[in-house]
Nanobody
Framework: QVQLVESGGGLVQPGGSLRLSCVGSGFTFADFPMSWYRQAPGKERELVGVISARDDNSNYVDSVKGRFAISRDNGRNKVYLQMNSLKSEDTAVYFC??????WGQGTQVTVSS
């Protein structure tokens, strides 16, 4: 069955960086676009960005453009979210997603001094 497992979250100071990873299994990873979502306390889950299956085209929500970057390694079945210039409002649980149907367990990112 499809499994997505995120890692790499933690506590970081404002202005800092984190790199999240997600490894997928149970499907042909290279055939599918992959997405990152986040859910902040008391807020709805929102799409952060998406990367295409093979040509590395990516799109992002306006609030993270220029700060976040999604990449993937199809040989390792992994997708990454590089987060730079982090702000307190980036604090959330981050999830990777396949086809809007399959979710990982999430990884907590806390941006605080």
């Amino acid at each position: 069955q499809v499994q997505l497992v995120e890692s790499g979250g933690g506590l970081v100071q404002p202005g800092g960086s984190l790199r999240l990873s997600c490894v997928g299994s149970g499907f042909t990873f290279a055939d599918f676009p992959m997405s990152w979502y986040r859910q902040a306390p008391g807020k709805e889950r929102e799409l952060v960005g998406v990367i295409s299956a093979r040509d590395d085209n990516s799109n992002y929500v306006d609030s993270v453009k220029g700060r976040f970057a999604i990449s993937r390694d199809n040989g390792r079945n992994k997708v990454y979210l590089q987060m730079n210039s982090l702000k307190s409002e980036d604090t959330a649980v981050y999830f990777c997603n396949l086809l809007s149907n399959y979710w990982g367990q999430g990884t907590q990112v806390t941006v605080s001094s």
